[in-house]
T-cell receptor, first 113, second 113 residues
């Protein structure tokens, strides 16, 4: 089954404690992205990757890091989380000939206290 | 960069009535406009899309219209049902290279039985 898998689904952490949200896709898609969803703001892109070792900033990259060492995986790293990073996060992937985000992960609800 | 405005932010309709959600975009180079549905607690799902060379597209009870001159596009849902209750996002895609997706802020649709 074609899918994008994120982990964990829910996470509560404290300010400053490094964390990683994993994302994996099994469709051999070239493009992967991270979004955060906040009430009234829609989905905003954090980072995206066009292929292995190729990543670039989206609209709200501050406070986040990503890596793409393998085509299937695209982890989101928060080196020093702060309360304003409390949000719902989605990973998405699409093939090179797809025009828009075609597959989203289940979402990760992050709370930073 | 592209900017997408979406209205209304909330919409309540009686079951069986029609619902219309409108979006405007800023960059005339955008040429692809998808719509997503996000049910409560779930991931966004692509439900319909339209390209800039088409004025209207229908799929059963949903339709999208595009006015390139005015730079706005709309989602029309006819004969609404309770299962249509969800948050709907429009998006605009800027052509060329990696096609960045800019999402609208979302419309929460409630269909009242």
């Amino acid at each position: 089954e074609a899918q994008v898998t994120q982990n964990p689904r829910y996470l509560i952490t404290v300010t400053g404690k490094k964390l990683t949200v994993t994302c994996s896709q099994n469709m051999n898609h070239e493009y992967m992205s991270w979004y955060r969803q906040d009430p009234g703001l829609g989905l905003r892109q954090i980072y995206y990757s066009m292929n292995v070792e190729v990543t670039d900033k989206g609209d709200v990259p501050e406070g986040y890091k990503v890596s793409r060492k393998e085509k299937r995986n695209f982890p989101l790293i928060l080196e020093s989380p702060s309360p304003n990073q409390t949000s719902l996060y989605f990973c998405a992937s699409r093939g090179i000939f797809m025009n828009t985000e075609a597959f989203f992960g289940q979402g990760t609800r992050l709370t930073v206290v | 960069g592209e900017n997408v405005e979406q209205h209304p932010s909330t919409l309540s309709v009686q079951e069986g009535d029609s619902a219309v959600i409108k979006c405007t975009y800023s960059d005339s180079a955008s040429n692809y406009f998808p719509w997503y549905k996000q049910e409560l607690g779930k991931r966004p799902q692509l439900i319909i899309d339209i390209r800039s060379n088409v004025g209207e597209k229908k799929d059963q009870r949903i339709a999208v219209t595009l006015n390139k001159t005015a730079k706005h596009f709309s989602l029309h849902i006819t004969e609404t049902q309770p299962e249509d209750s969800a948050v709907y996002f429009c998006a605009a895609i800027l052509s060329g290279g990696y096609q960045k997706v800019t999402f609208g802020t979302g419309t929460k649709l409630q269909v009242i039985p």
